[in-house]
């Protein structure tokens, strides 16, 4: 049987919609960073990391926490970046780092996909209708459905990120089924990360970590415009297998993309947008850079990095301006 979606996002979120301006970015055409993380302090226990704690003890859980970090000052000090702060600012502090940010890249808006919980985020960001953000609790959770119908309709939020790795369950889970249909009654993209999560010393296996496992939910969901990150995040050809299935799941571009280096094949970045231009076209790729913490701020390097190779593929204006803000702009309901 033949399943596939239309013209995905084309519903409004239950919100009000934001206005663009249009106007030039720093980089010459209107951009939306579909995929940013708003900082916020570190006061919640990781339960998977209690539970580690618990079962194997401090020492080797303090071992694993060495080596994530020592990964991260590889990438930073590669990239040129500041490491980040130690302690994290107020959020009223944040969110006016970040709407300088914006002002000074002249970007129409960026998209907090996480925040320290749903209405933390909504909180900061209220100031700035440039500034939007997702909702981001665990779809497992008691009431999550209604949480969610919550978060955008009482609180503003436009879609929903989930981080498949850490769930507790399969994302297929007839459990969830609840949530997708809130998110497709609603009209709101839903960003899901696959693949291993938190880079090198995070987590490399887990149930969910292949995108194709969430081949059923976009088929249940025909409406529902599916977001995964980063280009497949290590999983490239599964994430290709599940568009080429499902017409209503999109890939972002976001991040350092640190995964390619790790790749048995010798492709680039540019190698991978091609591919998936080529393949899917440019209606269904959206711009991020993953940006999160200070002082670097807005990752401006990747948006170099990017502009350059769609640039140097000879996108068209028209592709270029669907990849870079149209897409999200239309997944986002803004007008």
């Known amino acids: 049987m033949r399943l596939s979606g239309g013209e995905h996002g084309r519903r409004r979120p239950m ?8 106007r030039d970015s720093a980089w010459g055409f209107p951009i939306i960073d579909f995929h940013c993380h708003f900082p916020v302090p570190d006061e919640h226990p990781d339960p998977a990391e209690a539970a580690y704690r618990a079962e194997f003890g401090d020492a080797k859980a303090d071992k694993l926490e060495a ?20 302690v994290e600012p107020a959020a ?13 890249a002249q970007l129409d808006a960026v998209v907090f996909m996480t925040g320290g919980g749903n209405d933390a985020l909504a909180d900061a960001i209220a100031d700035d209708p440039r500034l939007l953000g997702f909702a981001h609790h665990d779809p497992f959770a008691p009431n999550a459905a209604a949480e969610l119908h919550r978060a955008v309709t009482e609180r503003g939020l436009r879609g929903y990120k989930v981080i498949a790795p850490t769930l507790p369950g399969p994302i297929d889970s007839r459990e969830l089924y609840p949530v997708w249909q809130t998110a497709e009654d609603l009209g709101i993209p839903v960003l899901i990360h696959f693949g291993p999560n938190n880079g090198g010393g995070g987590t490399g296996w887990h149930q969910n970590i292949d995108p194709l496992r969430l081949h059923e939910v976009a088929k249940a ?11 497949g995040c290590g999983y490239p050809r599964e994430l290709l297998h599940l ?5 209503n799941v999109h890939v972002d571009t976001s991040g350092n993309n640190e995964w390619i280096r790790w790749m048995p094949d010798r492709f680039t ?8 231009f080529e393949t899917v076209g440019p209606s269904r ?15 401006r390097r990747y948006y170099d990095e990017q502009v350059r190779i769609v640039r140097e593929m000879g996108m068209t204006d ?3 301006h669907l990849v870079f803000s149209g897409n999200a702009a239309r997944l986002l309901g803004l007008s």
């Open 92 to 104: 009223s502090v944040q969110a006016r780092r970040w709407t300088a940010e914006v002002e000074d």
């Open 318 to 320: 028209a592709d270029r």
């Open 15 to 22: 919100t009000e919609p934001s206005p663009l301006t249009g």
């Open 285 to 299: 790729i959206v711009f991020g850079s993953d940006s999160a913490s200070f002082p670097r701020g807005l990752a």
């Open 269 to 276: 970045l540019a190698d991978y947008f091609r591919t998936f």
């Open 243 to 247: 568009m080429w299935a499902c017409r």
């Open 67 to 86: 080596d994530w970090r020592w990964y991260q000052e590889q990438w930073w000090t590669n990239y040129g970046f500041p490491f980040p702060e130690d």
């Open 221 to 231: 969901f025909t409406d529902t415009a599916f977001v995964i990150p980063h280009f």
